[in-house]
């Protein structure tokens, strides 16, 4: 039975992943790499080595710290500056399913950075808690965001939807043992997502198939 969703952040209720890319492309560009989108791909959305490893030793343990730091706090300004806007069609999905199941967010994001881009959305009422980058020890492909998000809601794994749009969300998603819907976006349209419950393109069709669930529930009781 389908009794909560967790979702995740960044290109799934926010249009911040390219946003995400453009921050590390500028950070890496002075120290000599240009960061690609398959770069980025592979090593941030399919992975969560980063980019770092590629620079060492040359750069240092210390250096690496202080520029990860200044990243952070050089993409938490930009937030703060730009319009970051909802996924197109998100709001009336999360509004048509907030009376019928419980929601949480489970994301990799700093919790300055979520913070920053929700105050000025309508999305955060709609959920229980926010789970972030601070919350738990390992961050995703590990299972442990899931996990701890099934803890705080109380529900088996069974009972589960996850959203994501990452091969890596969607690693943990599994690796939790819960269904996971993805939905593509313009950094991923071209990955087949192995192993997801369903693949979607678009918020209208991720409802319709989160209804689906839902209908045949409500059939088999």
């Keep these: 039975m389908l009794q909560a969703i967790l979702w995740d952040n960044d290109g799934v209720l926010v249009d911040t992943e390219r946003l995400f890319y453009e921050a590390n492309r500028e950070l890496f560009r002075p120290l000599g790499l240009e960061l690609t989108e398959q770069h980025f ?15 060492q030793p040359a750069l ?29 069609g998100v709001a009336e999905v999360l509004a048509s399913l907030a009376p019928r199941v419980r929601m949480g967010v489970v994301t990799s994001s700093l919790r300055e950075h ?20 601070e919350s738990y020890a390992n961050s995703k492909p590990s299972p442990e965001p899931y996990l701890l998000g099934l803890e705080r809601l109380g529900v088996a794994a069974a009972d589960a939807l996850v959203v994501e749009d990452t091969p890596r969300g969607l690693q943990a998603a599994m690796a939790a043992g819960i269904r996971c819907i993805v939905v593509r976006g313009a950094l991923t349209r071209g990955h087949d997502f192995a192993g997801a419950y369903r693949v979607v393109d678009s918020m209208p069709a991720l409802l319709a198939e989160i209804e689906a669930l839902l209908s045949a529930q409500d059939r088999q009781a």
Aim: glycine share 4%.
């Design 60 to 88: 240092g343990a210390q250096r690496i710290v202080e520029r990860r730091a200044q990243r952070d706090r050089d993409h938490a300004r930009r937030l703060a500056s730009e319009h970051i806007p909802a996924i197109d």
């Design 41 to 55: 791909f592979d090593l941030y959305l399919a992975d969560n080595c980063g980019a770092w490893h590629l620079l």
């Design 114 to 133: 979520f913070d920053i881009i929700h105050s000025r959305l309508p999305l955060r009422r709609h959920f229980e808690f926010v789970l972030t980058q």
